[in-house]
């Protein structure tokens, strides 16, 4: 073979091979990718507000569920981040099986979690299962909206400068009503400012200014000025009282303006005494802080300090008129090691010969047991099966439970099943019951083991005020606890993150019962809590739908116990959003009566404060558990505006 034939056998050749491979290639990708089936799926499109126009390179994330808390979460902590496209369309792939809450960000927009009423309560959960695809959702970001107006003088209606702006939202924690930052503006030189960024509600909006402190008293009068007096934090229009002020009203997109606030003016006073110490030698120096004794947070935030002088006094020379509790300064910079406690209140003069009793934060130590008698078992570990009924239903008698055996039931699919499409998700099918019931059942026997006491949270949350670093702990797999340098005071005890199946049944400090009474520990007194748990806790699960029979994903669920008093230490309503179909389950609930009930519209932090709840106590579900007993219930939420009108009733 002539050289030419060789190189041309040789390219030949090689083409034959390119086109071999080229082929393969392309079969290869032609091949379909076999998913992952240990991981989920989770798709949609972002749009703005109620219209239908996509939302081109947003920000979405997904963190895990915490439903310990109420608060919207930290994006820092989110698991997976993704951006959508021109159509808005985005996608998680290869998730992790779980539960999760999904939110987003948009220039222009406000953050917005998935299944949030249109008023932006509350979010809806997501739960995905191994190879599951969860796509069709529609996450709405609405358009920013705003607050604007002056910061006034009362007397003179002048300007007010160097100040700051605060819309603030209503939430209640711990039987409490108290005051979220939403939003911040700086007032210019002309007394003007402009919140942005906030969603739609209704807001408190607040003014604080700047201005130097000028005394009333000794100081004052040394430095030859008339009592002028200084601006108070200021609630629009002009009260110095969140409680009595009036709520601002911001729609989707829009700035709502002439908010005129007109600051009030009050006298300084001084808070004069002497620390006392004991058992401080390897203490440093010390501060001391008056805390206010109300749930007012803007007031925490710039409590007045003072430093303990060598000779054990001390003088606060800037203090406003209210109640007060004397303590080591711990929120800025402050010695957690030293603990006091003393009630100041100041009036209308200088308060004099103050004594506060200084020593080393206790360390409270504690035990968590199972009850006296009661099995080393949790309750069931499932949710129970429940019947849903067909056909439309009256929109104000939710239907009702009964123990009667059911002639036809099914088991609820497992959580995340139904793809839902939007905000709504399809109803699975089901054998329909008497018209107007939900009947409950026993689940099949379930598989239960120890009832571990290891990782449960005991927390002390300050009885009155607001709660600032609360001090916690976490149980060892014995049972015992230790809170560390414990601040004193007066508080009430939270025991969280139980087992499954299991109920606090009471907590006792040395010997006293304190489950729904106020644990002082103002004296410094040594002792010990006991923690009782029982597993004989009972389950209520169940489907939120509307008059139509559609599910309606992330609407919050209550259950409280009847029959208890609305005052601050009863035991608090449990609450919890539905999942992307509709369905929800409290588990660990002590035996007993309860009432249960759904809401249309409704700030989370509202959905667990039992004087809301109990003005329902007469229209709610009513549900008898039994212990180890599993009951379910069809809901349908009782009206915004039923909501809204319960909610104004709470001083």
């Known amino acids: 073979m002539t050289h030419p034939q060789r190189l041309c056998a040789s390219v030949l050749a090689t083409m034959f091979v390119a086109a071999a491979g080229l082929k393969r290639v392309a079969q290869e990708a032609a091949a379909p990718v ?64 779980g539960s999760y809450l999904l939110f987003g960000d948009a220039a222009g927009h406000v953050r917005q979690f998935y299944g949030a009423s249109p008023s932006g309560n509350g979010w809806t959960v997501l739960r995905v299962e191994a190879g599951q695809t969860v796509k069709d959702l529609t996450l709405r970001l609405p358009p920013q909206g705003g607050i604007s107006g002056r910061a006034l003088d009362a007397d003179d209606r002048g300007p007010v400068r ?46 604080r200014a700047a201005t130097r402190f000028l005394r009333a008293g000794a100081t004052q009068e040394k430095r030859g000025e008339p009592p002028k007096g200084v601006y108070l934090t200021t609630y629009y229009p002009e009260d110095a009282e969140s409680s009595t002020a009036l709520p601002v009203k911001v729609q989707a997109g829009q700035v709502t303006p002439g908010v005129d606030i007109r600051l009030r003016k009050s006298l300084m006073y001084a808070v004069r005494g002497t620390a006392k110490a004991s058992d401080l030698a390897n203490a440093g120096p010390v501060r001391l802080a008056l805390m206010p004794a109300t749930a007012d947070l803007t007031r925490v935030f710039s409590h007045p300090t003072a430093q303990v002088r060598a000779g054990g006094t001390f003088e606060f020379d800037q203090v406003s008129a209210g109640d007060y509790f004397l303590q080591p300064e711990r929120l800025f910079r402050g010695d957690d090691s030293v603990a006091g406690f003393a009630e100041v209140s100041v009036r209308d003069r200088d308060v004099e010969r103050i004594e506060i009793h200084l020593t080393k934060a206790p360390d409270l130590a504690g035990r968590i047991r199972l009850e006296s008698g009661s099995s080393d078992t949790p309750a069931d570990t499932q949710p129970p099966a429940f019947v849903q009924g067909a056909g439309p239903k009256a929109a104000s008698p939710p239907s009702k439970s009964t123990a009667e055996p059911p002639k036809a039931a099914v088991v609820p699919p497992p959580p995340g099943h139904v793809e839902p499409s939007g905000h709504e998700a399809a109803a699975p099918a089901a054998v329909a019951p008497p018209a107007g019931h939900a009947v409950a059942i026993q689940t099949a026997p379930q598989t239960a083991g120890p009832v571990s006491l290891a990782g449960i949270t005991v927390g002390l949350h300050a009885a009155e005020g607001v709660s600032v670093n609360s001090p916690r702990a976490v149980s060892r797999a014995d049972g015992t606890f230790d809170i560390r340098k414990t601040p004193l005071g007066r508080y009430r005890v939270d025991v969280a993150r139980l087992p499954e199946g299991v109920f606090l049944k009471s907590i006792a400090y040395n010997g006293q019962e304190v489950t729904h009474t106020v644990l002082d520990l103002t004296s410094g007194a040594a002792g010990a809590l006991e923690v009782v748990l029982s597993p004989d806790g009972g389950t209520i699960a169940g489907v939120v739908r509307d008059a139509n029979r559609r599910a309606l994903p992330g609407t919050w669920v209550s259950v409280w116990r009847s029959g208890q008093a609305a005052e601050m230490y009863a035991e608090p309503p449990r609450a919890t959003p539905a999942d992307q179909t509709g369905t929800f389950r409290f588990a660990g609930l002590e035996p007993g009566e309860y009432r249960i009930a759904a809401w249309e519209d409704i700030e989370p932090s509202l959905s667990s404060h039992r004087p809301f709840c109990v003005q329902f106590d007469g229209s709610a579900e009513k549900v008898q558990l039994d212990a180890k007993a599993n009951r379910s219930v069809e809901l349908q939420p009782v009206a915004s505006d039923v909501v809204a009108a319960a909610a104004g009733k709470i001083p």
Not at 42 to 51: A, L, N, P, Y
Not at 166 to 174: E, H, L, P, R
Request: glycine share 8%.
């Open 34 to 97: 076999e998913a992952d089936k240990t991981k989920a799926r989770i798709e949609g499109t972002v749009v703005s507000g109620d219209s239908k126009t996509p939302l081109n390179n947003a920000t979405l994330r997904l963190r895990p569920a915490d439903l310990d808390r109420y608060s919207p979460p930290n994006p820092d902590a989110a698991a997976y981040t993704a951006s959508s496209d021109a159509e808005g369309h985005f996608v998680f792939q290869d998730t992790d099986p």
């Open 162 to 207: 160097d100040a700051e702006a605060t819309a603030w939202k209503v939430a209640y924690s711990g039987g409490a009503r108290s005051l979220i930052p939403t939003g911040f503006a700086d007032v210019n030189a002309q007394g003007e400012f402009l919140i942005r960024n906030l969603p739609a509600g209704r807001y408190l909006v607040g003014v």
